[in-house]
């Protein structure tokens, strides 16, 4: 097994990690951001509320990822050509908002949101893609480790620094700034070397749209599978949930939990993602699994002390250190377990796929949280939370059992 070194100072992990940050740009333009825009433009709240639909493009992602299976631009390949394409396109589209009126030109600026959100969403199908791809077996954890330190540095940049800059120049002057930090990606496209696969890709469209569903459903435990993808990170939208109603119940404010969050709790998320990375080099894939998602699952535990003691800074601190810390622990294994088993002839389709169901588990069980937090109260409702992380860590049991494509040598 290759050094913990070695893997991480590859050329393809310095394209993932300013990938990753291409990826993480876009979306708070379109969301907090483009909100704080438009309360300072004066804009009715009303109106500002009903701008969330323009996000609609990520949930939806899934419907045109075949087509960048089966489609490949007349140049730089199947996976840099659709990235050059989506980071090209955004560059332009958020420089076209910065020249926009919130006040005067809604209906303008709505249309410009709605092209930059489809944009990002099709910018995270071939980045995603690529990053399966392009990663042998053992770097797909380190690799996930820096593509989620990036997209959360970046998530950084257009929100809490794009605010902070609001305050001494202009929107607009803001979002081309924004739209410049949007070249990183190019320049990442540019440069990174395109997966060369010796599978041969879908050849018509009813092809990249039916094989990746008829493939996978002819593994052996496809349906376990399913359903480890959809329970493994339960227990953490559960807590993550109700965390904020419940900092507030027990008497913080809204700044000390902002700061918090935005503080200890990003700052945990990264390096819980580089911790992660770096020890699924060592443990593989089954024994991080394991691992990391049982940390993630106890992590629960430090809410519960929380809501045993009260109004207690340091404790609050701490549960948020250490539930960001494991949670991006689990994310990476996570993640990369998901680009393990997607068929690299399907990748745009197989991930959006997967990932897609994930979605779905986090709107379906946050749905009845606030009803159940106020029918068995703060401490047993993280106990709870903690306990949800039990199937998913049986049904690793099976993991062995279940069958996956055969890896592909990277280019």
Known sequence: MRSMLKVF???????????????????????????????????????????????????????WSPLMDRFVPPFLGRRRGWMLVTQVALVLGISAMAFTNPAGSRMTLAALAVLVAFFSASQDIVIDAYRTEILDPEELGAGMGLAVTGYRIAMLVSGALALSLADHIPW?????????????????????????????????????????????LRRRGAVEVLLFIFIFKLDVFVAQAMTTPFLRDIGFSKTVIGNVSQGFGLVSTIVGSLVGGALMVRLGMYRSLWTFGLLQGLSGLSFTTLA???????????????????????????TAFIMSICDKRFTATQFALFTGLMAAARFLVSAPTGWFAKTVGWPWYFIVATLIAIPGLLLLFRFKTWTRPAAEPAS
């Open 172 to 216: 607009s002057a803001v979002y081309l700034l924004m739209a410049g930090a949007m070249s990183l990606g190019v320049v990442a496209s540019l440069f990174a070397p395109e997966p060369k696969l010796r599978l041969t890709p879908p050849r018509t469209l009813a092809d990249a749209v039916v094989k990746p569903f008829v493939e996978f």
């Open 308 to 334: 045993l003691l009260g109004k207690n800074y340091p404790m609050m601190v701490t549960a948020n250190i250490v539930e960001n810390f494991c949670a991006g622990l689990g994310t990476v294994a996570y």
């Open 9 to 63: 100072a590859s050329r393809r992990m310095a394209v993932v990690l300013f990938l990753g940050f291409a990826s993480g740009i876009p979306f708070k333009l379109t969301t907090d951001t483009l909100q704080a825009w438009m309360f300072d433009a004066k804009v009715d709240l009303a109106v500002i509320g009903v701008f969330a639909l323009v996000t609609w493009p990520y949930a939806a992602k899934f419907l």
